[in-house]
């Protein structure tokens, strides 16, 4: 049975610092390419930030760039994110997505609230 499950959302003032963690299970995780993705309420989903098989290739959206990280533990079959210098504009739900040819799965999404 394929898991993909999100956890460390939670509320944050602005500056401060989460780290997201993504758990998958029922597949070869090390193959797939896993990726982070955010929706704020009324707006489309967004990439933030992808991580290649291997760990050898991220990419990120602008607007993270220098403040988030995003990392993967093969052996753990986990991915993570690691957000500093958080803004109230990063207030969404964050989603994992994990991607191998035409397979694709999806996390139910954490909840990320930055506000004073």
């Known amino acids: 049975q394929v898991q993909v499950v999100e956890s460390g959302g939670g509320l944050v003032q602005p500056g401060g610092s989460l780290r997201l963690s993504c758990a998958a299970s029922?597949?070869?995780?090390?193959?797939?390419?896993m990726s982070w993705y955010r929706q704020a309420p009324g707006q489309e989903r967004e990439l933030v930030a992808s991580?290649?098989?291997?760990?050898?290739?991220?990419n990120y959206v602008d607007s993270v760039k220098g403040r988030f990280t995003i990392s993967r533990d093969n052996a753990k079959m986990t991915v993570y994110l690691q957000m500093n210098s958080l803004k109230p504009e990063d207030t969404a739900v964050y989603y994992c997505?994990?991607?191998?040819?035409?397979?694709?799965?999806w996390g139910q999404g954490t909840q990320v609230a930055v506000s004073s």
């Open positions: 029922g597949f070869i995780f090390s193959r797939y390419a």
């Open positions: 991580i290649s098989s291997t760990g050898s290739d991220t």
């Open positions: 997505k994990a991607r191998y040819r035409e397979y694709e799965y």
